[in-house]
């Protein structure tokens, strides 16, 4: 019996059958890493290699219109847990124009002391929290998960970079809770030659064990699942290594759709689905500068991680809850995912500090009515606001791709896409006369529309279509 079987026979017989519960809704956040638009079947990858999103999309909410606030990974998640810009919250750079700022083992900096992260907040209402995977906004003490708001954790300060030589620097470790029981490539094996790695089924496990916990003991939680396994190097377990059309990459994928039925399929099995949000996107676009075997898909759209272009800042985006959520929607609503912050506090009753911005959209009308709101997107590269989005147009202030001494030793952040006069390998600025898309006819971001009146009428008087138009 496949896993999606498994599924729709649960929900058949645990639809309406929830006992016991009095607290407030659970939240799961599946946060992808390196994931592109374009992986998932349900938006039109041929290989329809993820059966298992595309069921959860069938039983939910699907977004075609979901950001990251940063096309890289750790300003990405630090904007979901503060709900702010990373020029808000401390994560960008200041020290070289538009460039992204992240914290490699060799940097010493982290999340700042002064944010206020979404498991600090849900502590109001006794939510217990957990992540499990990368957590990336800071390997020093002060910066790590449990400082910060978790309860618990499971995973690396960092990716699985590696395997470094320990006369150079060690590996990255992994943290069980505040205690380190191991690093990358040693005691948590990954074989860069063949992909293996059972990293995915460790973490799938952490999840579900988790869960089972919380459910039996009647506790609210959050659970801020962020597996690794789609970033560079790529890896699967053996069970699902060679089995994707795609590739290797392809493998890493097919295992995390398959981690991600089982979560659903144990939410369901446990009667705790209608009273639990669950929300899958990814922190940025696919590294496509990491070669056809070692990134995904970013479907039509233009270029990838690391840029603020489509590709680089478009993500998957699928919201799930049982009775809640009508099955089977699509919103077109323009989205981030600091959107997650804000929209976690409000369906579990939590109020927003006051003391700061928060960036992020309560997106409940969105979820439960279907409801479009009206609201800019930001392109943020860096310090430098690259462009904004408004209804169906994406006007750019600045262009650029990667710098030519980078592309010329073979590093390409647009390959087979190069845009003359947008994909800029040095950095181009147009404030003057910005460069306009209408994304719903010209979603790779190439015919761009060169008119004052027209750029006076987006950013003027507004647009207000939100939705299709």
């Known amino acids: 019996m496949s896993l999606k079987t498994v599924i729709c026979v649960l929900w058949a017989v645990c639809v309406g059958h929830t006992e016991g519960i009095q607290h407030g809704p659970n939240i799961i956040i599946m946060l992808m890493d390196d994931m592109g638009w374009g992986d998932l079947g349900v938006f039109g990858e041929p290989s329809k290699e993820t059966p298992n999103l595309d069921v959860m999309a069938a039983q939910g909410m699907l977004f075609p219109n979901f950001y990251t606030a940063n096309p890289l990974c750790s300003p990405s998640r630090a904007a979901l847990l503060t709900g702010r810009l990373p020029v808000r919250n401390g994560f960008y750079t200041t020290n070289a124009h538009a460039r992204n700022a992240y914290t490699p083992q060799e940097i010493v900096g982290g999340i700042s002391q002064d944010e206020i992260l979404l498991p600090e907040l849900l502590k109001k209402k006794d939510y217990v929290s957990k992540i499990i995977g990368k957590w990336h906004l800071g390997h020093r003490s002060q910066y790590l998960p449990l400082k910060h708001g978790f309860d618990e954790w499971f995973g690396s300060p960092n990716c699985h970079f590696g395997p470094y030589n320990n006369s150079v620097r060690p590996n990255i470790p992994v943290y069980n809770n505040s205690e380190m029981t191991g690093r990358y490539y040693e005691e948590f094996e990954i074989n860069v030659k063949t992909g293996e790695s059972n990293l995915t089924q460790i973490y799938l496990k952490e999840g579900l064990d988790f869960i089972s916990q919380q459910a039996t003991a009647q506790r609210p939680f959050f659970l801020y699942w962020a597996p690794d396994a789609t ?72 270029c990838g991680k690391e840029t ?14 049982p009775g809640r959520i009508p099955a089977g929607t699509v919103s077109y609503q323009l989205a981030s995912v600091m959107d997650l912050f804000s929209t976690s506090l409000s369906v579990t009753g939590v109020l927003p500090p006051d003391d700061r911005v928060i960036d992020g959209l309560d997106l409940s009308p969105v979820l439960f009515n279907n409801s479009l709101l009206d609201r800019p997107i930001f392109y943020y590269r860096g310090n430098q606001m690259m462009a904004v989005r408004i209804g ?23 390959p087979g896409q190069e845009v003359p006069g947008v994909t800029t390998h040095t950095q181009e600025e147009h404030t003057m006369q910005p460069l306009i898309f209408h994304l719903g006819q010209d979603p790779g971001e190439r015919y761009p529309i060169r008119s004052e009146v027209m750029c006076l009428s987006v950013l003027g008087n507004g647009v207000k279509t939100v939705g299709p138009g």
């Open 231 to 302: 970033h560079s190097p790529v890896y699967a377990s053996e069970r699902f290594l060679g089995k994707s059309q795609r590739g290797r990459y392809g493998d890493a994928v097919m295992e995390l759709d398959d981690s991600i039925g089982q979560i659903l399929a144990h939410l369901v099995s446990l009667g705790i689905h209608n009273n639990t949000l669950v929300f899958f996107t990814s922190d940025n676009g696919a590294a496509v500068m990491s070669g056809a075997h070692q990134s995904g898909s970013n479907g039509p759209f233009l």
């Open 308 to 321: 603020t272009f489509e590709g680089g800042m478009r993500e998957p985006a699928i919201a799930w809850w």
């Open 392 to 414: 169906q147009y994406k006007v750019h202030y600045w262009t650029w791709s990667n710098s030519w001494e980078e592309y010329n030793t073979g590093i390409n952040f647009c």
